[in-house]
């Protein structure tokens, strides 16, 4: 970290704030220079408030050079794995299913023309957190039966979204994969409660929030103790209102650059619409996604929700033909 001081700066000043470091054990160097007079200081700064240094009148700018999610800052290249699915740089991962669970048969229905045609997780939402309290909430306790069941017959994984922290047993017992919504990105309760369990996290990007923000939410996870974060872009709120959300691809490098976490993209949920999803979809993995989550439905115009952003059976196989050679072109494994 940096401090650089006002010019009428005096040295008592400098000492001042020398001391209060070197208290909470950091090694400072001073730098008088011709221009700047800048105070170094050496150690772990991530959990140092840097901001209650600006209150002082004589320190001009504060330059943390240490990113605050020191967990997953770039070091090595993280691989979580689920079963036999493994997300890592090297593998685009299929995550497909419906919205929410409605029954068993349809799922029944489902699941198997999936599996066929290279989707390696089944998703699907038991409890919905909706915008109206009249909406269809998901079937809840029943939908993750359902789920269990599914992955136990089909041998292939499952994941849905939890959304209270007194469920986190239920979802342990039940699911592969827990998945945190974009409501919830910044439930801190919920996030250190998931961080003391051992299942993989999906931890979706809330769509007002940015990038540090949502790095910042996977710390609390792996600060409590578990590694296998999966981070999901799902798009962000702006002023266009012709797609549900405007998909951030930007956000897959940076957070390629910042992070070691796996990226996926939900094109379903940035799009809202089922004929915008193919192409989010290409240009989620052209950017360098390591998976895709869809929404996929056998009859969208009788979905109990998000019926108009999910693609029928046909048109994500076709979707999935043209991701092969996507992922061909850019040296991945699909």
Request: some cysteine; hydrophobic content about 40%; glycine content about 6%.
């Amino acid at each position: 970290m940096i401090i650089k001081f006002t010019k009428n700066v005096k040295e008592s000043q400098i000492k001042h704030i020398e001391n209060i470091l070197k208290n909470q054990n950091f090694t400072t160097s001073y730098i008088h220079g011709d221009i700047y007079k800048l105070l170094i200081v050496i150690g772990d700064t991530s959990q140092l408030e840097t901001k209650r240094l600006n209150v002082y009148d004589f320190v001009e700018d504060v330059i943390n050079i240490q990113k605050p999610y020191k967990e997953s800052s770039v070091k090595d290249r993280k691989k979580v794995k689920v079963g036999k699915v493994t997300f890592n740089d090297n593998n685009i991962v299929l995550i497909a299913g419906p919205c929410s669970i409605e029954d068993e048969e349809s799922m029944d229905l489902l699941v198997p023309k999936l599996k066929e045609h290279n989707t390696s997780i089944i998703r699907g939402g038991a409890f919905k957190p909706r915008t109206s309290p009249y909406s269809f909430q998901g079937i809840g306790k029943v939908g993750l039966d359902i789920l269990y069941q599914i992955s136990h017959k089909y041998k292939i994984p499952v994941v849905s979204e939890i959304t209270d922290v007194r469920d986190i047993d239920l979802f342990v017992k039940n699911v592969d994969i827990i998945q945190v919504g974009a409501r919830n990105m910044q439930n801190y309760v919920l996030l250190e409660e998931l961080g003391k369990t051992n299942k993989p996290i999906l931890l979706k990007r809330g769509f007002v929030n940015t990038i540090e923000e949502l790095l910042l939410s996977a710390e609390y996870i792996l600060a409590n103790g578990n590694q296998n974060v999966i981070l999901c872009e799902r798009g962000i709120r702006t002023f266009e209102n012709q797609t549900r959300s405007t998909l951030d691809i930007s956000a897959i490098p940076v957070l390629k650059k910042l992070t070691n976490l796996p990226v996926i993209v939900d094109p379903s949920h940035a799009a809202g619409h089922w004929e915008y999803v193919e192409s989010l979809s290409l240009a989620a993995i052209a950017a360098g996604a390591d998976g895709l989550m869809i929404e996929v439905h056998e009859n969208p115009e009788f979905a109990l929700s998000d019926g108009q952003q999910s693609l029928k059976p046909d048109k994500y196989f076709a979707l999935v033909d043209k991701i092969k050679l996507v992922a061909q072109a850019i040296n991945k494994k699909l």
